[in-house]
């Protein structure tokens, strides 16, 4: 059964649960590797092709259609599947009978956050956050080289793989009040280690 709140209680949506004490022997171990192979190849597929797409084509719609197509099957995979089973977390919009729009977060909790491994985690993170910067960076070379009919394709690639990360950045930290919680502490820890710093210092 899904849950409504934001990241409460244990997660049962979660299909394939493991042994708990199988997780913590196999901490480092790959262990979706099919999950973690798709949550780059449909990324770094796009990325490949709007690079190399005037060496594999000369049709600007043919490029532009498969790049699309390779964002849409990455953020549907991001989100419904490699999220789940990699870092067991999991987000979605829902629309309510008023028609008011709300975010929706999932996350494991207690003993099934030790089924999640490392590597994968890592693989996770690293393939959710490096792809979008890889995007905004073709936004701004696209503008600087007046490549103005690719600018809708890496826009979409900013958007398509922008709303993956903000998800699950979501879900990792809870909400947005908790957001600026950790802002606010983390900048009062900083000023305060700089004032004893500075008094032990005197």
């Keep these: 059964m899904m849950r409504l709140d934001d990241n409460d209680d244990d997660v049962s949506l979660f299909d394939a649960e493991e042994d708990t004490g199988k997780g913590k022997s196999k901490k480092n171990k790959i262990k979706h590797p099919v999950a973690s192979f798709f949550h780059l190849f449909f990324r770094m597929s796009a990325i490949l092709v709007y690079l190399l797409c005037e060496l594999l084509s000369s049709s600007f719609i043919a490029c532009m259609v498969t790049i699309i197509l390779f964002l849409s099957a990455d953020f549907w995979t991001v989100k419904n599947i490699t999220g789940r089973l990699m870092v067991g977390l999991r987000w979605w919009n ?8 709300h975010w929706v977060f999932e996350s494991r909790k207690g003993n099934s956050k030790q089924l999640v491994s490392d590597s994968e985690s890592r693989i996770f993170w690293l393939g959710l956050v490096v792809c979008p910067v890889i ?11 007046f490549k103005i009919k690719w600018l809708a394709v890496v826009i979409m690639g900013v958007v398509l793989q922008g709303a993956n990360l ?3 950045v ?3 930290v809870g909400s947005r009040t908790n957001l600026k919680n ?17 008094q032990e210092e005197s």
Excluded: I
């Excluded at 829902?94 to 729009?101: E, L, M, W």
């Excluded at 960076?137 to 696209?142: D, E, H, N, R, Y």
């Design 166 to 168: 903000y998800g699950y």
């Design 170 to 172: 979501r879900c990792k």
């Design 94 to 101: 829902q629309v309510d009978g008023d028609g008011k729009s």
């Design 182 to 198: 950790m802002a606010t502490n983390y900048f009062g820890r900083q000023f305060l280690k700089q004032a004893m710093t500075k």
């Design 135 to 145: 995007w905004v960076f073709f936004v701004f070379s696209t503008l600087f080289s």
